[in-house]
């Protein structure tokens, strides 16, 4: 079961861990990374102790919407016309 639950909004970005983090109350850092999270992943887990908590987020925010060339598929390529 976990220990908590925390909206995303609640986490600090750690630059050095590249990962959302959560104080635990052992004394660390509850961790996701944003790939986590763009794989669905919704459990931040404490690397110290056996802790963890369900990560309340919108999927969407975190998904990848690039297509494999890096366009915006929503926006398409601009074509010139002769």
């Not at 909206?7 to 961790?31: K, R, S, V």
């Not at 790939?35 to 987020?57: F, M, N, Q």
Request: hydrophobic share 35%.
């Amino acid at each position: 079961m976990s220990y908590d639950d925390v909206e995303i909004e609640d986490m600090q970005w750690n630059e050095e861990l590249q990962a959302h983090t959560y104080p635990c109350p052992c004394g660390d850092l509850f961790q996701i990374t944003k790939e986590d999270l763009k794989l669905g992943e919704e459990i931040a887990r404490c690397p110290s102790c056996s802790l963890y908590i369900t990560v309340i987020y919108n999927a969407e925010d975190f998904a990848d919407n690039k297509s494999k060339n890096g366009l915006d598929p929503q926006k398409g390529q601009a074509v010139a016309v002769a």
